[in-house]
């Protein structure tokens, strides 16, 4: 298994907080990429990234910001967190052609 | 631009039955098409993948799918149902020009349950 971790696994926050998603890799792979995951709508992109400093958006991208200092780590920014936020976070790289998933964020936004 | 369509977003089968599992994509050249495979609370596996050469693709778990660009389709199949094959299935074509390149883009998934 691609080495990927993503951090917290789990977390419950009130609206107007900021929230931090790290996903960090060991693979050393060139994209990263930021998805979220809801019911009905599969994998949806919120950011990627194609180097160090290097991030562009995805298709459903307001309300988030993402940074990449290192190779290995790539940062998942809720300034102000909203209910509508609330759903699975999934971080990916990519390989050759496919992309590797981490384990995935359950965040709650109360 | 790329895009995927899963027909049916449910599907049941008896276990040791046909599995089959539909995508179509839309896409301006010749794509590469992934299906991807997600068991509760856990991130997505690879299943299988194409990008050229043999239209027919075998992935892990007995699992295959193949590639008619006259269709437009790469719909997965696996020709006896396990109870482990309960999860949900994700058709994806990866971008292939421009700021798309190297993205995915996935279709809204399929839910497999296999009945006893």
């Known amino acids: 298994d691609a080495g990927i971790t993503q951090s917290p696994r789990h977390k419950v926050t009130e609206t107007g907080t900021p929230v931090t998603l790290r996903c960090h890799q060991t693979?050393?792979?060139?994209?990263m990429y930021w998805y979220r995951q809801d019911p009905g709508h599969g994998l949806r992109l919120i950011h990627y990234?194609?180097?160090?400093?290097?991030?562009d958006k995805g298709e459903v991208s307001d309300g988030y910001s993402v940074s990449r200092s290192k190779t290995e780590d790539f940062l998942l920014t809720l300034e102000s967190a909203t209910s509508s936020q609330t759903s699975v976070y999934f971080c990916?790289?990519?390989?050759?052609?496919?992309?590797?998933f981490g384990p995935g964020t359950r965040l709650t936004v109360l | 631009a790329q895009s995927v369509t899963q027909l049916g977003s449910h599907v049941s089968v008896s276990e040791g039955a046909l599995v089959l599992l539909r995508c179509n994509y839309s896409?301006?050249?010749?794509?590469?098409l992934f299906w991807y495979v997600q068991y509760p609370n856990q991130g997505l596996q690879l299943l299988l993948k194409?990008?050229?050469?043999?239209?027919l693709v075998k992935g892990i778990n007995g699992f295959e799918a193949e590639f008619k660009k006259s269709e437009t389709s790469f719909h997965l199949t696996k020709p006896s149902a396990h109870m482990s094959d309960a999860a949900e299935y994700f058709c994806?074509?990866?971008?292939?020009?421009?700021?798309?390149?190297?993205?995915?883009?996935f279709g809204r998934g399929t839910q497999l349950t296999v009945w006893p």
């Open positions: 990916a790289i990519s390989g050759d052609s496919e992309q590797f």
């Open positions: 994806a074509v990866r971008g292939n020009r421009g700021s798309t390149l190297g993205r995915l883009y």
């Open positions: 990234s194609y180097g160090v400093k290097d991030t």
């Open positions: 896409s301006s050249v010749p794509p590469y």
């Open positions: 693979e050393n792979h060139r994209y």
């Open positions: 194409y990008t050229t050469g043999a239209t």
